[in-house]
C-alpha cells in the first residue's frame, strides 16, 4: 500500500515510520521542510497511486478543516481521506458530507499510543463505510499492536472519534482516581514509601493499568513529584464527553468531576472557594484567613 500523511509531528512522524516497518510506503507532507518527503500538498497527491488514500495528522479544528477542504479540491471519485486526529465527531460528519458530493471518502480514526506508539503499536477506532476502510486495512494492520485488539471498525463516520472521545474522557477519570490516591497515601504520613506502595500494585491487583506504570516511573524520576506543578490542561475532548453525557441523559460522576478537578488545577487560589468561607463565617462564626491560603495542608473543619 502506498498513502500519503499530512502532519508529522511527535504523533504523524512516528506513526510514519511504524507504517514503514510494516511494508507500506508512506510519502509525507508537513510545513517543516526538514520532515518532509514533498515540499506541497499537491506534490503530495500527485505522488501517490490511484485509489489515493491521504492520512491527516494535524490539530483539530480549523487546521483540520483546512486541510480537508484543501483535499476535497485536490483529489477525485474513489479516494478516501482518514483525519487520525481528535476532531469532535460532529465535524466528521461535516467532513463525510463535503467531500461525498465529489465521491470522495472519509474514516474518521480515533488514535491512541502517544509518543510510545511507535514500538508498542497504536490503539486505532475507525468510523466510516466498510467500502473505505478496507482501502485503509493495510495501514490499519501495520500501525495497531500486534495482539489481536488494537483495531475496531466502530461504525458510520464519526464513531472512531465518538468512541476515542469517550476513551479520553475514561481516561481523565482513571488518572484523577491514581491521583487522589497518591495525594492521600502522602500527606496521611502513615506509610513509608508511597512509590513502593504503587509499585506494588502494579502486579496482580485489579487497578493494575499502564497508567499506573506511568505514575510510578514519575515518582521514581522524580520523588515527591517537586519539579511538576500542578496544573493541568485539558485538550477539550473530556468536555465534548461530558456534553455528550448531558445530551443523552447519561448520569457521568466520576468523569464530569475529574475534568472540574484540572479546571480548578489551574486556580491559584478559587473564588469560589473564597465565596464558601465567607457563607461559612456567615451562618456559623467559622473563621476565616486573609489573603491567599498557606501551601501546608490542613485539616478540614467541619459546619
Known sequence: MHLGMIGLGKMGANMRERMRRGDVTVTGYDRDPDVSDVDSVEALVDALPSPKVVWVMVPSGDPTRDVVARLGELLSEGDVVVDGGNSRWT??????AELGEKGIGFIDCGVSGGVWGLDNGYALMAGGSAEDVAKVQPAFDALKPPADSGFVHAGRVGAGHFSKMVHNGIEYAMMQAYAEGYELLEKAQLVDNVTE????????????????????????????????????????????????????????????????????????????????????????????????????NDDAQTS
Open 91 to 96: 465535524d466528521d460528519e461535516r467532513h463525510h
Open 197 to 296: 506502595v504503587l509499585d506494588s500494585w502494579r502486579e496482580g491487583t485489579v487497578v493494575r493499568s499502564w497508567l499506573l506504570d506511568l505514575l510510578v516511573a514519575a515518582m521514581e524520576e522524580d520523588p515527591g513529584l517537586s519539579k511538576i506543578a500542578g496544573w493541568a490542561d485539558d485538550s477539550g475532548e473530556g468536555r465534548w464527553t461530558v456534553e455528550a453525557a448531558i445530551e443523552h441523559a447519561v448520569p457521568m460522576h466520576a468523569i464530569s468531576a475529574s475534568l472540574f478537578a484540572r479546571f480548578a488545577s489551574r486556580q491559584d487560589e478559587s473564588p469560589a472557594m473564597k465565596a464558601v468561607a465567607a457563607m461559612r463565617q456567615q451562618f456559623g462564626g467559622h473563621a476565616v484567613r486573609a489573603g491567599a491560603p498557606p501551601k501546608a
